[in-house]
């Protein structure tokens, strides 16, 4: 249940069976359910179910990616200060290029306010498409993606913040810090239940992140940051099911589950800058960012990649769905023709993305098997000679 390769099959059929029934007869009754209203109003949140998955239970695989990005930071391939740049380096390269892409070609036009909807990765996605078509790719590389997906979604985030959010509430955001920091103390102190103690302050932590307007899934990035790297692995270990097998396959369900649009005239620029934002925009960036930054390193710090390892992971970034589609819906919240042609071209492009980057991964992970093999036949022919 600790595979990441089944995790991330079971994920993309979940995602497949969601995208053919909301496009089915059965699409507008699942679209609803996915769209039902809780009533929470008592404790101050409106919230739908497909928001549950989205912004709750995938909180929870953010977690897990916060465990293991503190753990690299702390002492693995990214302990090193200069390592870590890299990957930020490159995700602020894959967020500008796309946007710059859009803004071009939607400049003066009213779709300009979408400038950031091909700044996103989707982490769960672009991890599981690794998960599939990389073996053989070195181990820096899923290391490099995730780090890449977790900055890249915190600048989209705050992106969202400044830009699209209007209820902003500072008060709510510094009973976030307090919260994150009395987690802190919970947990370097000697209490007996530790899954309690992370259960309550997780909610409590998503809840005050929530109120104050902020995508509260960055709470379960705080939380899995403020672990102490000595425990990442372990609690890791114990999560890490409950996200392979139920997390990400309702997640993917519910974000994939979108009606291909249909458009009332031609192809606007909205959709050709998000198309080619997340199919060729982030891997320029992403690409030629990393091997810069990484090049610049001396020798003895550098990631062990090169621009052919960079190109499919750069590609796979190009995975927009949920919060580009999220942030699709907060631009054109008023104009069904703009939303419709960013949805498709959300779609498409990450669907372009996907295919090509799982197609490169595969000739790349084989051209790295067959290496290991060569450089594993002369150490057997030594041994039988010693022998």
């Not at 309550?200 to 102490?228: E, K, N, R």
């Not at 930054?293 to 052919?308: D, E, S």
């Not at 990450?350 to 000739?363: E, T």
């Amino acid at each position: 249940m600790k595979s990441e390769r089944n995790a991330a099959m079971i994920m993309m059929t979940a995602a497949m069976i969601g995208l053919v029934l909301a496009n089915s007869p059965f699409g507008e009754p699942l679209l609803d359910a996915i769209a039902f209203k809780l009533n929470l109003e008592l404790i101050g949140i409106q919230i739908t179910v497909g928001h549950v998955v989205s912004d709750l239970f995938l909180a929870v695989f953010f977690f897990v990616a916060g465990l293991e990005l503190k753990y690299e930071l702390k002492s693995g391939t990214l302990s090193s200060p200069k390592k870590a740049m890299v990957p930020v380096i490159a995700a602020s390269a894959g967020v500008i290029v796309p946007s710059a892409i859009y803004a071009y070609l939607n400049w003066g036009t009213d779709g300009i306010i979408g400038w950031p909807i091909p700044a996103a990765t989707d982490i769960a996605f672009a991890l599981g498409v690794l998960a599939i078509f990389g073996r053989g790719m070195p181990s820096a590389a899923r290391i490099f993606l995730l780090a890449l997906a977790i900055f890249d979604d915190l600048i989209a985030i705050s992106i969202i913040a400044i830009f699209y959010t209007t209820k902003l509430d500072p008060a709510w955001l510094i009973a976030s810090a307090v919260v994150a920091a009395a987690f802190r103390y919970a947990e370097t102190s000697k209490f007996a239940n530790k899954w309690l103690v992370r259960a309550v302050f997780g909610l409590v932590l998503w809840y005050t992140i929530y109120q104050s307007g902020v995508h509260a899934t960055v709470a379960g990035v705080i939380l899995g940051i403020l672990i102490p790297a000595v425990r990442a692995h372990t609690v890791m270990n114990k999560v890490q099911p409950a996200t392979n097998f139920f997390i990400l396959p309702i997640f993917a369900f519910t974000a994939v589950a979108v009606v291909m649009p249909t458009m009332a005239g031609d192809s606007h620029p909205v959709f050709f800058g998000i198309f080619f934002g997340l199919a060729i925009g982030k891997v320029v960036g992403i690409s030629i960012a990393a091997v810069i930054a990484n090049q610049l390193l001396a020798q003895k710090h550098r990631l062990p990649l090169t621009v052919l390892d960079f190109i499919p992971l750069g590609l796979l970034a190009g995975i927009g769905f949920t919060v580009s589609l999220l942030i699709a819906h907060l631009a054109f919240i008023d104009d069904r023709e703009l939303y419709a042609q960013a949805t498709l071209g959300i779609l498409l492009g990450s669907f372009v993305a996907m295919s090509l980057g799982g197609a490169a991964l595969w000739f790349r992970g084989r051209w790295h098997l067959s290496r290991k093999k060569k450089k594993a036949k002369p150490a057997r022919s030594k041994t039988r000679s010693a022998k």
